[in-house]
C-alpha cells in the first residue's frame, strides 16, 4: 500500500482531504479549526489527546483478540456478524458513535442499496473480514450486486441527502465523498490492520481525529468540520499551488547554475560559447529534468514505479540508494553533501534504468521507453555533472513548501498530483524567458511584459468548469456506448481531441471518465475501484485521446499528465506521439481545398511585398486555375488526394493495431509511426497541403519562387524545383503548418472525432507591439503611442536585425489572418477582426463525426457578436446546438481574465444535428447556478429565429421566467421589421 507523506497506513485518493491536511492534524497545527475539546463533545477540562489515548489503550488488545478471529476464518466466510461485535461496534464506540443502528435498504430513484447502518445522514456500511471491499462477493448482502465501495459511491453521487460515508471491513476504514462534481475518484482509507497489529499510534491519532463523530454534521452534513476541512484543503491547495510555480522556477535556475558551474562540465560551457546550445534548448533540457524529477515523484509516492515481481531486496535497494525520495528526505534535512556529484550519477542509473529496454532488475526498475527517458531528451546534461549540495537544493524546491507559521517545512503531496495541478505550473512556467550568458557564467528566468501565457491565451481552466462541460458534451456520448452491442469496444473506439491541449488538463478529465465507464462495463459495477479505473484508463489513454498544442513542451507536459494517471507497475509508458502533435491548429487545409485551386485572395500584397509582384502571380494563378477548372491541369485525369489519403489511412490504422504491452511493441509501434511519417506518400500529400498554404505566407517578391496552383499541380508528380521547396518549407516552419487531415488520417477516415473539446486561446490574431518587444527591447514594450512608434522607426538604421525582425512578425500576423479570413477554411468566422476562438470553435466543430459532440469554453460573444452571427446562426438552424451555458468573470473563475468579462460553456453536435431545442443559462457566476432551475431555461430553433431573426444572435434572459414570457409574447406579436422578407416590416417602419 501506497504511502501518505510519511503515513504507512493511510491512503489518500483524489485529494479528497490531501495528505498535507492530515499532516497537519498530525501535527497538531494550532491554525486548524476544529480541533478543541468542545468541537470534539468532549467532556469539560478532558482534552482530545487524552481521549485518543483512553481509546487507544482500549482498542489494542481488543484488535488482538480480533486478529484471532481473523486467524481462524474459513475462505468464503463473510464474518459480518463476528466483525462488528467484536471489532467494528467497539471501535465506532470509541470514535463517539456509540452502538450505529442497522437501517433497511435505502432507496434512491427506483433503485435499492443495501446499506447496514445509518446515523441520521451518515451513512456507515459495515460489512465482515472475509468480504473485500473491491469485489462483488454473492450472496453476501451489501457487496452481491455490486462491491461495497461501489455500492456505497453510487449511492452517495445519486442521492441529494446523502453527502459523506464510512465502510469498513473490518481490516480498513474508508470515508467517502459524494464525487459527481469531481474529474477523479476520492476516498481516504485508514489500513486499520496495519494500524494496530503494527502499533502505529501516530496513525491512529489522525485516524481518530478524522473519523470521530463530530466530524459528521449529520443534520446539516455540508457545515461538518469534513466538509470545513476539506475547503480548507482546496484554498490552501490553491495557496500551494501558487507557492509550487515559483518554487518550480526555483529548481530550474538552480538546475540550471548548478550544472554551469560545476568544474569539470567543460565540454557544457563550450557547446553553449560556441552557440552549439542555445538558451532556448538548454532550458528546455532543465524542464525535462523537472518533468521527470516529478514523474518519479508522483509513481514513487503511489507506489507504482517498482516492477511488482520485483523482491524485496531490490526494492530496499532501490529505496535506500538511488530512490528520489531519498534524496527528499536528504533535502529536508538540509545536509550538505558538498561539491561531489555521488547523488546525481545515482540518479543517472534511474533515469538509464528507465530508458534502458530491459529495465534494472537489481533495483526492480521496469523498462518504461518514451522520449521523456530516452538519451535525445536530455543529452547535455546526462553527459555533465551536478554537485550534491545543489542537486539537493533543486529538490527541496519542489518537494516542500515553507510554511511561515509554523515555521516548518511541508511535504508537497506529489500521490494526489494531477493534471490541474501540472497545468497551473505550466500557466507559470509560459511567462518565464531563459537568460544565459554567452560565456557560460550564467543562467537565469525571468518574466518580461507581454509574457508567452498572455500572447498564446493560455489560462488555466478549473475543474468545475470541466466537469460541466464534459456532462453536456461528454457523458451522452458515454450513455450511448453502453448501451451498444458491444459496449467496451464502443467506449474504446470514441476518439476525443483537444486542438489547444496544453498540459492535458481537459483530455485528462475526458480520459478518466471514459475509463469509469470503461472498468464499470468491465467489472459490473457502477463505481469501480480505482485499480479497476486505472488498467482501464491506460487502455483509454492509448486509444482514445488525442491532442494538438504549439508549444512542444507542453505537449511534453500532456504526455506525462497522462502517462501519471495510467501508470501500471511493470508496463511500459503507451505510445502517444502519434497522438499528440506538436503544430498550429489554425493554420493548415483539408483534402478538399488543395483539389481546388487557391483563392485569389492569397496573393494580396503584404508589409514589405511588392505590389506589382504580387499582382503579377494573382493573375498567373488565375490564369492556372482556369486551366485546372477546364480539365487541362494535372487533376484533369484524377486527384491525388484521394488515393494518397487512402494510403496514409492504411498506414495510420497499422501503427494503431501495433500493441505497447512491452517495450519491444512500444518501440515497433514509434518505428511504424516514423516510418509513416516520413514514407513518400505523406511527403507527397504534406507538400501539396504545404504548398497550397504557403501561397498565403509566401513573400511576394522579385527573385523570390512563386507558390501558385500549378506547383500544388506539378507536387501531385513529386517533382518541383528545389528553390520552390525551400519557399514551401521555410512557410511551413514559420507558421507549424498542420493539416489535420494528414495528422489525424485514420480517425478523419471514419467521420471525424467523437468529441472535441477544450479551452482554445482568446486572442486578437494581430501583432502586440508591447509583447514583441517586451524581451527584445523593453524601452520600446514601455513606451506607447507617437513614441512608441517613433522608437519602431529609428530601428532600421539603429538596428537592421530587430528592424527585419519586426517587420518579419509585422508581416507574419497579417498573413495569419489573411489565411483565416480568406482560405475557405473558416467561411463562417473568418471574418472582421478576427479573434481566435472563433475559428478554433469553427475547426472544432467541422472536425466532429457524425453523432459526435463539440463541448468548447469560449467567450460569449460567440453567440452575441456580429462576426461570428453566420455561425451561430448555422448551429442553431442546424440543429446542431445543445446549450449556451454564460458566466461572468465575477466570482473569478479565471483570476487573470477581467471578473466583468463573459464566457460561455458550449456544446454542439455533429453533422445531422438532431438537437430540436437548446439549453440556455445567462449570468451565471459558477457552476452550481447551473442547477437552478429557475435560470435555465430552454429554446427551440424557431424560438429563436423568432426572438432574433435579424441578428441570429442568442436572446440574452436572466431567469427562464424571463425567456418563457418573452416568447409567448413574439408569438403573439411579430418583431417591428424582419430584414430577409419582403413582407417583414407589417408596421410600415
Same mark, same amino acid.
Given at each position: 500500500?501506497?504511502?501518505?507523506?510519511?503515513?504507512?497506513?493511510?491512503?489518500?485518493?483524489?485529494?479528497?482531504?490531501?495528505?498535507?491536511?492530515?499532516?497537519?492534524?498530525?501535527?497538531?497545527?494550532?491554525?486548524?479549526?476544529?480541533?478543541?475539546?468542545?468541537?470534539?463533545?468532549?467532556?469539560?477540562?478532558?482534552?482530545?489527546?487524552?481521549?485518543?489515548?483512553?481509546?487507544?489503550?482500549?482498542?489494542?488488545?481488543?484488535?488482538? =483478540?480480533?486478529?484471532?478471529?481473523?486467524?481462524?476464518?474459513?475462505?468464503?466466510?463473510?464474518?459480518?456478524?463476528?466483525?462488528?461485535?467484536? *471489532?467494528?461496534?467497539?471501535?465506532?464506540?470509541?470514535?463517539?458513535?456509540?452502538?450505529?443502528?442497522?437501517?433497511?435498504?435505502?432507496?434512491?430513484?427506483?433503485?435499492?442499496?443495501?446499506?447496514?447502518?445509518?446515523?441520521? +445522514?451518515?451513512?456507515?456500511?459495515?460489512?465482515?473480514?472475509?468480504?473485500?471491499?473491491?469485489?462483488?462477493?454473492?450472496?453476501?448482502?451489501?457487496?452481491?450486486?455490486?462491491?461495497?465501495?461501489?455500492?456505497?459511491?453510487?449511492?452517495?453521487?445519486?442521492?441529494?441527502?446523502?453527502?459523506?460515508?464510512?465502510?469498513?471491513?473490518?481490516?480498513?476504514?474508508?470515508?467517502?465523498?459524494?464525487?459527481?462534481?469531481?474529474?477523479?475518484?476520492?476516498?481516504?482509507?485508514?489500513?486499520?490492520?496495519?494500524?494496530?497489529?503494527?502499533?502505529?499510534?501516530?496513525?491512529?491519532?489522525?485516524?481518530?481525529?478524522?473519523?470521530?463523530?463530530?466530524?459528521?454534521?449529520?443534520?446539516?452534513?455540508?457545515?461538518?468540520?469534513?466538509? +470545513? *476541512?476539506?475547503?480548507?484543503?482546496?484554498?490552501?491547495?490553491?495557496?500551494?499551488?501558487?507557492?509550487?510555480?515559483?518554487?518550480?522556477?526555483?529548481?530550474?535556475?538552480?538546475?540550471?547554475?548548478?550544472?554551469?558551474?560545476?568544474?569539470?562540465?567543460?565540454?557544457?560551457?563550450?557547446?553553449?560559447?560556441?552557440?552549439?546550445?542555445?538558451?532556448?534548448?538548454?532550458?528546455?533540457?532543465?524542464?525535462?529534468?523537472?518533468?521527470?524529477?516529478?514523474?518519479?515523484? /508522483?509513481?514513487?509516492?503511489?507506489?507504482?514505479?517498482?516492477?511488482?515481481?520485483?523482491?524485496?531486496?531490490?526494492?530496499?535497494?532501490?529505496?535506500?540508494?538511488?530512490?528520489?525520495?531519498?534524496?527528499?528526505?536528504?533535502?529536508?534535512?538540509?545536509?550538505?553533501?558538498?561539491?561531489?556529484?555521488?547523488?546525481?550519477?545515482?540518479?543517472?542509473?534511474?533515469?538509464?534504468?528507465?530508458?534502458?529496454?530491459?529495465?534494472?532488475?537489481?533495483?526492480?526498475?521496469?523498462?518504461?521507453?518514451?522520449?521523456?527517458?530516452?538519451?535525445?531528451?536530455?543529452?547535455?546534461?546526462?553527459?555533465?555533472?551536478?554537485?550534491?549540495?545543489?542537486?539537493?537544493?533543486?529538490?527541496?524546491?519542489?518537494?516542500?513548501?515553507?510554511?511561515?507559521?509554523?515555521?516548518?517545512?511541508?511535504?508537497?503531496?506529489?500521490?494526489?498530483?494531477?493534471?490541474?495541478?501540472?497545468?497551473?505550473?505550466?500557466?507559470?512556467?509560459?511567462?518565464?524567458?531563459?537568460?544565459?550568458?554567452?560565456?557560460?557564467?550564467?543562467?537565469?528566468?525571468?518574466?518580461?511584459?507581454?509574457?508567452?501565457?498572455?500572447?498564446?491565451?493560455?489560462?488555466?481552466?478549473?475543474?468545475?468548469?470541466?466537469?460541466?462541460?464534459?456532462?453536456?458534451?461528454?457523458?451522452?456520448?458515454?450513455?450511448?456506448?453502453?448501451?451498444?452491442?458491444?459496449?467496451?469496444?464502443?467506449?474504446? #473506439?470514441?476518439?476525443?481531441?483537444?486542438?489547444?491541449?496544453?498540459?492535458?488538463?481537459?483530455? /485528462?478529465?475526458?480520459?478518466?471518465?471514459?475509463?469509469?465507464?470503461?472498468?464499470?462495463?468491465?467489472?459490473?459495477?457502477?463505481?469501480?475501484?480505482?485499480?479497476?479505473?486505472?488498467?482501464?484508463?491506460?487502455?483509454?489513454?492509448?486509444?482514445?485521446?488525442?491532442?494538438?498544442?504549439?508549444?512542444?513542451?507542453?505537449?511534453?507536459?500532456?504526455?506525462?499528465?497522462?502517462?501519471?494517471?495510467?501508470?501500471?507497475?511493470?508496463?511500459?509508458?503507451?505510445?502517444?506521439?502519434?497522438?499528440?502533435?506538436?503544430?498550429?491548429?489554425?493554420?493548415?487545409?483539408?483534402?478538399?481545398?488543395?483539389?481546388?485551386?487557391?483563392?485569389?485572395?492569397?496573393?494580396?500584397?503584404?508589409?514589405?511585398?511588392?505590389?506589382?509582384?504580387?499582382?503579377? *502571380?494573382?493573375?498567373?494563378? #488565375?490564369?492556372?486555375?482556369?486551366?485546372?477548372?477546364?480539365?487541362?491541369?494535372?487533376?484533369?485525369?484524377?486527384?491525388?488526394?484521394?488515393?494518397?489519403?487512402?494510403?496514409?489511412?492504411?498506414?495510420?490504422?497499422? /501503427?494503431?493495431?501495433?500493441?505497447?504491452?512491452?517495450?519491444?511493441?512500444?518501440?515497433?509501434?514509434?518505428?511504424?509511426?516514423?516510418?509513416? #511519417?516520413?514514407?513518400?506518400?505523406?511527403?507527397?500529400?504534406?507538400?501539396?497541403?504545404?504548398? !497550397?498554404?504557403?501561397?498565403?505566407?509566401?513573400?511576394?517578391?522579385?527573385?523570390?519562387?512563386?507558390?501558385?496552383?500549378?506547383?500544388?499541380?506539378?507536387?501531385?508528380?513529386?517533382?518541383?524545383?528545389?528553390?520552390?521547396?525551400?519557399?514551401?518549407?521555410?512557410?511551413?516552419?514559420?507558421?507549424?503548418?498542420?493539416? !489535420?487531415?494528414?495528422?489525424?488520417?485514420?480517425?478523419?477516415?471514419?467521420?471525424?472525432?467523437?468529441?472535441?473539446?477544450?479551452?482554445?486561446?482568446?486572442?486578437?490574431?494581430?501583432?502586440?507591439?508591447?509583447?514583441?518587444?517586451?524581451?527584445?527591447?523593453?524601452?520600446?514594450?514601455?513606451?506607447?503611442?507617437?513614441?512608441?512608434?517613433?522608437?519602431?522607426?529609428?530601428?532600421?538604421?539603429?538596428?537592421?536585425?530587430? *528592424?527585419?525582425?519586426? +517587420?518579419?512578425?509585422?508581416?507574419?500576423?497579417?498573413?495569419?489572418?489573411?489565411?483565416? =479570413?480568406?482560405?475557405?477554411?473558416?467561411?463562417?468566422?473568418?471574418?472582421?477582426?478576427?479573434?481566435?476562438?472563433?475559428?478554433?470553435?469553427?475547426?472544432?466543430?467541422?472536425?466532429?463525426?457524425?453523432?459526435?459532440?463539440?463541448?468548447?469554453? /469560449?467567450?460569449?460573444?460567440?453567440?452575441?457578436?456580429?462576426?461570428?452571427?453566420?455561425?451561430?446562426?448555422?448551429?442553431?438552424?442546424?440543429?446542431?446546438?445543445?446549450?449556451?451555458?454564460?458566466?461572468?468573470?465575477?466570482?473569478?473563475?479565471?483570476?487573470?481574465?477581467?471578473?466583468?468579462?463573459?464566457?460561455?460553456?458550449?456544446?454542439?453536435?455533429?453533422?445531422?444535428?438532431?438537437?430540436?431545442?437548446?439549453?440556455?443559462?445567462?449570468?451565471?457566476?459558477?457552476?452550481?447556478?447551473?442547477?437552478?432551475?429557475?435560470?435555465?431555461?430552454?429554446?427551440?430553433?424557431?424560438?429563436?429565429?423568432?426572438?432574433?431573426?435579424?441578428?441570429?444572435?442568442?436572446?440574452?434572459?436572466?431567469?427562464?421566467?424571463?425567456?418563457?414570457?418573452?416568447?409567448?409574447?413574439?408569438?403573439?406579436?411579430?418583431?417591428?421589421?424582419?430584414?430577409?422578407?419582403?413582407?417583414?416590416?407589417? !408596421?410600415?417602419?
Amino acid at each position: 500500500m501506497s504511502s501518505t507523506s510519511g503515513f504507512s497506513a493511510i491512503r489518500t485518493e483524489g485529494g479528497l482531504l490531501p495528505a498535507d491536511l492530515l499532516s497537519r492534524l498530525a501535527g497538531p497545527d494550532a491554525a486548524l479549526p476544529g480541533l478543541s475539546s468542545a468541537d470534539y463533545h468532549l467532556a469539560p477540562g478532558e482534552r482530545p489527546t487524552e481521549a485518543i489515548t483512553r481509546s487507544w489503550n482500549r482498542l489494542v488488545p481488543l484488535w488482538r =483478540r480480533f486478529a484471532t478471529v481473523l486467524e481462524g476464518l474459513s475462505e468464503g466466510d463473510p464474518a459480518a456478524g463476528a466483525t462488528r461485535d467484536a *471489532w467494528l461496534y467497539p471501535l465506532l464506540d470509541e470514535l463517539g458513535f456509540g452502538r450505529p443502528s442497522p437501517t433497511k435498504a435505502l432507496d434512491i430513484e427506483g433503485k435499492s442499496y443495501p446499506i447496514s447502518h445509518l446515523r441520521g +445522514r451518515l451513512p456507515l456500511h459495515l460489512v465482515g473480514a472475509g468480504t473485500s471491499l473491491e469485489r462483488r462477493q454473492a450472496g453476501v448482502r451489501g457487496a452481491a450486486s455490486a462491491s461495497p465501495h461501489s455500492m456505497v459511491q453510487e449511492l452517495l453521487n445519486r442521492s441529494d441527502e446523502y453527502l459523506w460515508a464510512l465502510l469498513s471491513n473490518g481490516r480498513q476504514l474508508r470515508i467517502l465523498r459524494d464525487n459527481v462534481s469531481m474529474t477523479r475518484q476520492a476516498f481516504v482509507e485508514f489500513d486499520l490492520e496495519a494500524v494496530f497489529a503494527n502499533e502505529l499510534y501516530e496513525e491512529f491519532v489522525v485516524l481518530w481525529l478524522v473519523c470521530h463523530e463530530s466530524r459528521f454534521d449529520t443534520e446539516s452534513p455540508e457545515a461538518s468540520w469534513l466538509e +470545513r *476541512w476539506r475547503e480548507e484543503a482546496e484554498s490552501t491547495g490553491a495557496r500551494a499551488l501558487d507557492a509550487l510555480r515559483g518554487q518550480v522556477e526555483r529548481a530550474i535556475t538552480l538546475l540550471g547554475r548548478g550544472f554551469l558551474r560545476f568544474s569539470d562540465n567543460r565540454e557544457l560551457r563550450r557547446r553553449i560559447r560556441s552557440g552549439e546550445l542555445n538558451r532556448l534548448d538548454y532550458y528546455r533540457q532543465l524542464l525535462r529534468l523537472v518533468y521527470r524529477l516529478i514523474f518519479l515523484l /508522483v509513481a514513487e509516492d503511489r507506489g507504482l514505479l517498482l516492477v511488482p515481481a520485483a523482491d524485496e531486496l531490490a526494492r530496499q535497494r532501490y529505496r535506500d540508494h538511488y530512490g528520489v525520495g531519498r534524496l527528499r528526505t536528504l533535502a529536508a534535512g538540509r545536509s550538505s553533501r558538498g561539491p561531489h556529484p555521488d547523488l546525481w550519477r545515482s540518479l543517472l542509473v534511474v533515469m538509464r534504468g528507465l530508458s534502458s529496454p530491459e529495465g534494472v532488475a537489481a533495483l526492480g526498475l521496469p523498462a518504461l521507453g518514451s522520449f521523456l527517458w530516452s538519451d535525445e531528451a536530455t543529452p547535455d546534461l546526462d553527459s555533465a555533472d551536478i554537485s550534491d549540495t545543489d542537486l539537493l537544493a533543486a529538490l527541496r524546491s519542489i518537494t516542500f513548501l515553507v510554511d511561515r507559521d509554523a515555521r516548518i517545512l511541508r511535504p508537497i503531496d506529489y500521490r494526489n498530483l494531477g493534471a490541474d495541478e501540472l497545468g497551473g505550473i505550466y500557466e507559470g512556467l509560459l511567462e518565464l524567458h531563459p537568460v544565459l550568458e554567452e560565456d557560460g557564467s550564467h543562467f537565469a528566468l525571468e518574466t518580461f511584459a507581454g509574457s508567452e501565457r498572455k500572447s498564446t491565451g493560455s489560462y488555466y481552466t478549473p475543474d468545475s468548469l470541466i466537469v460541466a462541460l464534459l456532462d453536456s458534451a461528454l457523458s451522452p456520448l458515454l450513455d450511448e456506448a453502453t448501451r451498444a452491442r458491444e459496449p467496451e469496444e464502443a467506449l474504446l #473506439a470514441l476518439r476525443v481531441l483537444d486542438p489547444a491541449a496544453g498540459s492535458g488538463h481537459f483530455l /485528462v478529465a475526458a480520459g478518466r471518465r471514459i475509463a469509469h465507464r470503461l472498468a464499470a462495463v468491465r467489472t459490473g459495477d457502477d463505481e469501480p475501484s480505482p485499480d479497476a479505473v486505472r488498467h482501464a484508463l491506460r487502455d483509454v489513454v492509448g486509444k482514445c485521446l488525442y491532442g494538438i498544442d504549439l508549444n512542444p513542451m507542453a505537449l511534453e507536459l500532456a504526455k506525462i499528465s497522462l502517462w501519471l494517471e495510467a501508470i501500471e507497475p511493470g508496463r511500459p509508458l503507451s505510445f502517444l506521439d502519434h497522438h499528440l502533435v506538436e503544430g498550429n491548429a489554425l493554420l493548415g487545409t483539408t483534402a478538399a481545398l488543395v483539389e481546388k485551386p487557391i483563392p485569389a485572395d492569397a496573393f494580396k500584397a503584404l508589409t514589405d511585398d511588392d505590389k506589382t509582384v504580387a499582382s503579377a *502571380w494573382r493573375k498567373s494563378n #488565375a490564369g492556372e486555375s482556369k486551366l485546372a477548372q477546364a480539365g487541362h491541369g494535372q487533376f484533369a485525369l484524377g486527384s491525388p488526394v484521394e488515393h494518397l489519403v487512402e494510403s496514409l489511412v492504411r498506414g495510420s490504422r497499422a /501503427v494503431e493495431a501495433i500493441g505497447d504491452e512491452t517495450v519491444a511493441e512500444v518501440e515497433r509501434k514509434k518505428a511504424a509511426h516514423e516510418a509513416l #511519417a516520413h514514407s513518400s506518400d505523406m511527403t507527397r500529400a504534406r507538400l501539396m497541403a504545404d504548398a !497550397w498554404c504557403a501561397a498565403f505566407f509566401a513573400p511576394k517578391r522579385a527573385g523570390i519562387p512563386r507558390v501558385t496552383t500549378a506547383t500544388v499541380n506539378t507536387l501531385a508528380e513529386g517533382a518541383v524545383d528545389s528553390a520552390v521547396l525551400d519557399v514551401i518549407e521555410t512557410s511551413r516552419t514559420r507558421h507549424r503548418l498542420l493539416h !489535420w487531415h494528414l495528422a489525424f488520417p485514420d480517425v478523419f477516415a471514419q467521420g471525424g472525432f467523437s468529441l472535441v473539446v477544450g479551452n482554445p486561446p482568446w486572442e486578437k490574431v494581430k501583432l502586440s507591439e508591447k509583447e514583441f518587444f517586451a524581451a527584445r527591447y523593453p524601452e520600446i514594450a514601455e513606451a506607447a503611442g507617437a513614441t512608441r512608434k517613433a522608437l519602431i522607426a529609428r530601428l532600421e538604421a539603429e538596428d537592421p536585425v530587430l *528592424w527585419a525582425e519586426y +517587420r518579419q512578425a509585422l508581416r507574419d500576423a497579417e498573413a495569419e489572418s489573411l489565411f483565416l =479570413r480568406t482560405s475557405g477554411c473558416y467561411p463562417l468566422c473568418g471574418r472582421g477582426d478576427i479573434n481566435t476562438y472563433a475559428v478554433f470553435a469553427e475547426a472544432m466543430r467541422e472536425a466532429l463525426a457524425p453523432g459526435g459532440r463539440l463541448g468548447v469554453i /469560449v467567450p460569449t460573444g460567440i453567440a452575441t457578436d456580429d462576426t461570428t452571427k453566420e455561425f451561430f446562426g448555422d448551429c442553431v438552424s442546424s440543429g446542431r446546438l445543445v446549450s449556451l451555458f454564460d458566466f461572468e468573470n465575477g466570482a473569478p473563475l479565471f483570476p487573470d481574465v477581467d471578473r466583468r468579462f463573459k464566457f460561455c460553456l458550449l456544446t454542439l453536435t455533429g453533422p445531422g444535428g438532431g438537437a430540436s431545442e437548446a439549453q440556455f443559462s445567462f449570468f451565471a457566476r459558477e457552476t452550481r447556478d447551473l442547477a437552478d432551475p429557475d435560470r435555465r431555461f430552454t429554446l427551440s430553433p424557431e424560438d429563436i429565429a423568432l426572438l432574433n431573426p435579424n441578428t441570429k444572435t442568442a436572446p440574452v434572459f436572466r431567469s427562464r421566467v424571463d425567456a418563457e414570457l418573452t416568447t409567448k409574447i413574439y408569438r403573439r406579436v411579430p418583431v417591428l421589421v424582419r430584414e430577409d422578407d419582403p413582407e417583414g416590416n407589417p !408596421w410600415g417602419i
